[in-house]
């Protein structure tokens, strides 16, 4: 169980720390510029 | 209220809050909003007129493609975070196109049961998807830009098909520019529609790679399902109801357990429990 809770103790903190690096190298800008255009691979065409 | 009925208005509640941009559907227009910046836990496709997230394995694939990049924190910390926190509960109550394969499976027509041994083989194929079209491609081949295409929103996704439609009914210019990818995805489409009348979840069974991610971290996410033994008659009711096919008396955290919850409604002495948060309790306490 100790085993158990350190995994998930360890995992919650690298997918944080992984959010704020992304945020910093700009990652999250180009989700957001990506999401505001149709995505046309999406749909089919191109 | 029955189970079934309860998980039914969830899912429904979970696509309308995912879609709840209604004015996108009128309009023929996606969301530009800011709340873009921020995966949503589901597949659910940012090209959908009513999306307000973006959809984690299209953004995963877009920053992989992106100019000087070879890897995303961001949208791989998301995934992490819901993969650890909910795990496939995502899957089992708030995926949008989940809840239309559940719908398609209620139609009553005869049944189709795979061969065990093909399904068990089937069953990779999600990993394939995740490993090669998502995380792979875009990073390897690179076009003169050092830009790499998003592989599995191109050739594969039918949620990203199935969510364009609109789009494009309203949209004159991108009726024009339709062409044989859009032939070619609205075939996958097809295919996922009819095969889903059929079989249970096929999507999910055998190809969704977000659902292939979240499975990695069934053993370890906060949320948890238990069967207490010594409660337990084996009388086999939990397998009989699983849409998943789980062998839920052996492994109640498979990979594959979308945590619906049929199997924990249908035990006839409360054997299996489910629990959420850092589980502190020793075995057996
Ligand atoms: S496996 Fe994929 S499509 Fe199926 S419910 Fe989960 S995220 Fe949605
Ligand atoms: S094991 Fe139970 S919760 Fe998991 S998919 Fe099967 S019926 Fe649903
Ligand atoms: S339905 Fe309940 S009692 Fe029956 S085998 Fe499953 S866990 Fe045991």
Redesign the pocket.
């Known amino acids: 169980m100790k085993r158990k809770l350190a995994v998930q103790i360890a995992i919650i903190a690298i997918a944080v720390a992984f959010i704020l690096i992304g945020i910093f190298s700009g990652e999250a800008t180009i989700v957001l510029r990506k999401a505001r255009d149709i995505c046309l691979s999406c749909i089919g065409i191109g | 209220m029955k189970h079934e009925r309860k998980r039914t208005i969830i899912q429904f509640l979970a696509a309308a809050f995912f879609n709840g941009y209604a004015a996108g559907f009128a309009k023929g227009q996606i969301f530009k909003g800011g709340t873009k910046i921020l995966c949503v836990p589901v597949l659910n496709c940012y090209s959908c007129p009513g999306a307000l997230g973006s959809c984690p394995i299209g953004s995963l694939q877009a920053v992989l493609g992106s100019r000087n990049k070879r890897f995303s924190f961001y949208v791989l910390g998301l995934m992490m975070l819901f993969g650890m926190v909910l795990g496939r509960l995502v899957c089992g109550f708030l995926c949008p196109f989940g809840l239309l394969q559940d719908l398609l499976h209620r139609i009553p027509i005869k049944k189709v049961k795979v061969n065990p041994k093909l399904d068990k083989v089937l069953r990779y194929v999600k990993y394939a998807v995740l490993l090669v079209l998502v995380l792979l491609l875009p990073v390897l081949i690179r076009n003169d830009f050092d830009m790499g295409e998003t592989w599995f929103c191109k050739y594969l996704c039918p949620a990203g098909a199935l969510e364009g439609i609109p789009l494009i009914l309203a949209n004159p210019a991108l009726q024009s520019a339709l062409g044989f990818l859009f032939s070619w995805k609205m075939c996958v489409l097809l295919i996922v529609l009819i095969s889903s009348t059929l079989i249970h979840r096929p999507f999910c069974k055998y190809l969704c790679p977000l659902g292939a991610f979240y499975g990695l971290f069934s053993k370890f996410s906060l949320y948890q399902m238990e069967?207490d033994k010594s409660?337990?008659?084996?009388?086999?009711?939990?397998?009989s109801v699983c849409p998943m096919d789980v062998k839920?008396?052996k492994d109640m955290n498979s990979a594959e357990c979308i945590r619906c919850g049929k199997?924990k409604a249908?035990?006839?002495?409360?054997?299996?429990e489910s629990t959420f948060g850092f589980n502190l309790k020793k075995k057996g306490e």
């Open positions: 069967i409660k337990c008659i084996g009388c086999g009711k939990c397998e839920c008396l199997c249908q035990c006839p002495v409360h054997a299996i």
